[in-house]
């Protein structure tokens, strides 16, 4: 009879592996271990192997991005639901920085590629509804439009996450997007407003934690 995994154990591993990178301690199958009162054993029992946590860490960080960007709740402006879901994208990379580290390794595969594909899909979604309001150009590319928006809360966050800009300059990110939408085809004024509010409305974590 299998025994019934504990997924606090799970969890455990995952989190003292994420504390190990951001201490700059080499994580290995014994050093992963230490302290925490499971074998070497668990690694295998819960993720088949140190391959397994890198996989489980990286699907955990999209995880913890899914339910971050589930608190931006659709408005009737899509530019701002746009602004909000790039301020909530940077949100979670300043709570979770261990992790957001290692989310986009490809060296590792995705338990479920498709949670990844969903961050983007989520931008997209907004920008088709920004096209039909009429805030953007018909020929507006929705993928590229929203892969660009991804690429500045992407760039901003890497580099005051887990780089070395200090934290005001996440402000910087109202100009970017404002001149990205606004060559889309919003006007200047409204499309200003629109990513102001937006990019106040994702929760902000605070320098000690999310």
């Keep these: ?13 995952i989190e003292r ?8 301690e080499p ?14 054993m668990a690694v295998y029992t819960y993720f088949g192997g140190m391959d397994g946590l890198w996989t489980a860490m990286r699907q955990e960080g999209f995880k913890g991005l899914a339910a971050r960007l ?8 899509p530019v701002r639901d746009l602004a909000a ?16 580290r290692i989310m986009f390794d490809a060296g590792f595969a995705l338990e479920d590629a498709k949670a990844a594909d969903e961050t983007l899909h989520r931008l997209v979604s907004a920008v088709e509804r920004a096209k039909s ?5 018909d020929d507006t590319d929705p993928l ?4 660009q928006s991804w690429v500045i809360g992407h760039g901003l966050a890497s580099l005051v996450a887990t780089g070395p800009l200090p934290r005001h300059v996440l402000a910087q990110g109202v100009p970017m997007l404002t001149a990205l939408f606004t060559n889309s085809g ?19 974590p605070t320098p000690d934690g999310p």
């Design 17 to 24: 592996a994420a504390m190990m990178l951001r201490t700059r």
């Design 70 to 77: 589930d608190t931006v709740e659709p408005s009737a402006d």
């Design 1 to 13: 009879m299998a025994r019934t995994k504990d997924p606090a154990i799970r969890s455990l591993l």
């Design 27 to 40: 994580v290995t199958l014994r050093s992963v271990v230490a302290g925490t009162g499971v074998s070497t």
């Design 144 to 147: 590229t439009l929203a892969t």
């Design 186 to 204: 919003d006007t200047a004024d409204g499309c200003r407003r629109s990513v102001e509010r937006g990019w106040r409305m994702a929760p902000a």
């Design 133 to 137: 309001d009429g805030r953007f150009h």
């Design 85 to 100: 879901l790039g301020a909530a994208y940077v949100s979670h990379a300043l709570a979770a920085p261990d992790l957001y």
